[in-house]
């Protein structure tokens, strides 16, 4: 069973920082796309970061391109985001992710969510002004 745990959300001021982790187990050794999403109620999902676990090449959108950095650790079979700089438009729930698709492919889609094979519960990030 496939597991994508999701921590480090939290309130936090504008210009502050924060880190997400996203702990995964069971899933399978031909998934190796993993990324990070969030979403607003009323709004699609986003692809904001992205990572090809076996090279550690990685994509982000420009909404967050400078202030976020996505990273892993195999040897904990984690994930996570660091988010600096943040903003009251980076107010969303953010999701893990693990994509089966070519990563290179993934990445020049944006992150288009019809490949993510596999969801986290999600961790609220609520930034105040």
């Known amino acids: 069973q496939v597991q994508l745990v999701e921590s480090g959300g939290g309130s936090v001021q504008a210009g502050g920082s924060l880190k997400l982790s996203c702990v995964a187990s069971g899933v399978p050794y031909d998934v190796n796309c993993m990324g990070w999403f969030r979403q607003v109620p009323g709004k699609t999902r986003e692809g904001i970061a992205g990572v090809f676990t076996a090279e550690g090449r990685t994509y982000y959108a420009d909404s967050v391109k400078g202030r976020f950095t996505i990273s892993q650790d195999n040897a904990k079979k984690t994930l996570y985001l660091q988010m600096s700089d943040l903003k009251p438009e980076d107010n969303a729930m953010y999701y893990c992710?693990?994509?089966?698709?070519?990563?290179?492919?993934?990445?020049?889609?944006?992150?288009?969510?019809?490949?993510?094979?596999?969801w986290g519960q999600g961790t609220q990030v609520t930034v105040s002004s």
């Open positions: 992710a693990a994509a089966r698709a070519f990563c290179h492919t993934w990445f020049r889609e944006e992150l288009d969510p019809g490949y993510v094979a596999y």
